[in-house]
């Protein structure tokens, strides 16, 4: 009997322990041709290997970038498969497990304080969503918007004045479980947008004039498995019909171009759509809250990682959308001022022609919904650490991308009707 109690606790502790990365490699490959592109192809059908860059095998293409992770045990034979194959490669990570823990530089200022250089667990950004309510009553309120699968609320917090009637801009983070500078974004934003109002000319003006809705964490389940069980985890945390394979890739469960894509069918893939559009509970309140309030709401804005970028309709097809012009001069201005903070590197274009296709994405939906301005972030870096971003950049990261966001704002408050 004692046994069979150290054999279930045994069990029980395996069933919850965090997986780990031991000297896993992320690497970096460019196949010159179709030729080269399709080894990869063929690795990846008989081999575990996990996209960053692009984000499924069916993109994979000639003169592309290709990032993936492989495990300790297969990457003697990718590497060697490469070598065969005459394909220059690169390593980009050595060790996962240990750029996993390398990624927390920076140490807490002061304890019990929400830090916005470091990243923050589900609790912490659930205590600070109360703490900025608390703390400027008048310009913040929190806004209960659903709940995952989970039972974990799903939060907007309201930035600006009570007038639900004004101009506003709808932005989420962390969509992707394991995208966490996106996440910080967020937070970033509604600190110094609370903490400048009244002495920095241009935030006060947008405020004086307009809302923004923030969706701190859209994938919260996600989010928390990335902390608790697998950081590299992607999707939501809903289980699937006929599959042992749990979860949906939120950003392609939007009902637009949703059935497009042939690797976005399986619930196994990274990039499963899910059974039905807008069959997620996040998306459907996502949605929901952006249709009530379309009268009001002229952006949205989407932040991911990685690869510097600042992308625009369409995923689902390399027809341009009607104000392509604007969305372009919008997006080349954005990318600049970004620029000028630390000369980070940033393209601009539509999604399809400057990443890969995508479909059932919450850009395009947006878009088509009748939001003319929508715009994705893909903050840095551009794979050196990918979605491994060191706390030590975030702060930098977030600076930069606030001067893109307020001049995106500025436009939308002078150009949109």
């Given at each position: 009997?004692r ?44 081999n ?14 000639a ?18 498969a ?33 830090s ?38 799903l939060?907007v917090?309201?930035?600006?004045k009570?007038d ?40 006060t ?13 859209f ?66 309140a ?15 804005i ?51 022609s ?7 994405s ?39 991308t606030?001067?893109a966001?307020?001049f ?10």
């Open positions: 009997m046994s069979l109690l150290l054999v279930g606790l045994i069990a029980a502790a395996l069933a919850t322990a965090p997986v780990r990365f031991d000297r896993e490699k992320v690497l970096r490959v460019k196949p010159k041709d179709e030729e080269q592109a399709n080894v990869i192809k063929d690795l990846a059908k008989t575990k290997l996990d996209f960053w860059y692009p984000d499924a095998t069916h993109h994979v293409a003169n592309m970038t290709v990032d993936f992770r492989v495990s300790e045990k297969e990457s003697h034979a990718i590497q060697s490469l070598d065969q194959n005459k394909m220059h490669y690169e390593i980009l990570i050595h060790d996962l497990q240990e750029e996993i823990e390398k990624q927390f530089d920076v140490k807490q200022d002061i304890p019990g304080r929400h916005y250089a470091k990243y923050n667990n589900w609790d912490k950004i659930v205590a600070w969503t109360e703490k900025m309510v608390h703390k400027h009553p008048e310009m913040v309120s929190r806004i209960k918007i659903g709940t995952t699968v989970e039972d974990n609320p939060y917090l309201k930035i600006g009570k639900d009637s004004r101009k506003a801009i709808f932005m989420d983070c962390g969509i992707h479980a394991r995208e966490w500078v996106s996440p910080a974004f967020c937070q970033w934003f509604v600190y110094q947008a609370t903490k400048t109002y009244g002495k920095n000319k241009i935030m003006k947008l405020l004086d004039r307009m809302n923004f809705y923030v969706l701190p964490v994938n919260v389940d996600g989010y928390i498995w990335s902390w608790t069980q697998n950081r590299m985890w992607r999707k939501n945390r809903s289980r699937n019909q006929k599959s042992r394979c749990i979860g949906t890739d939120l950003n392609r469960n939007f009902n637009t171009s949703w059935n497009s894509l042939p690797d976005t069918k399986h619930p196994c893939k990274e990039i499963y759509r899910g059974p039905a559009p807008e069959s997620e509970r996040e998306t459907k996502v949605t929901d809250f952006i249709r009530r309030h379309l009268k009001s709401i002229k952006a949205y989407t932040f991911h990682s990685y690869s510097q970028m600042l992308l625009f309709p369409f995923g689902y097809t390399s027809e341009p959308p009607p104000n392509h012009e604007d969305l372009d001069k919008v997006a080349k201005i954005s990318t600049d001022v970004l620029s000028t903070r630390y000369e980070t590197h940033y393209i601009h274009g539509s999604i399809a400057t990443i890969y296709p995508t479909s059932g919450s850009l395009d939906w947006a878009y088509n919904l009748g939001i003319k301005h929508t715009f994705a972030f893909e903050l840095r870096d551009k794979g050196k650490f990918g979605f491994l971003l060191p706390e030590s950049q975030i702060k930098s990261t977030c600076k930069e606030m001067i966001v307020k995106i704002a500025k436009y939308i408050l002078k150009h949109t009707s």
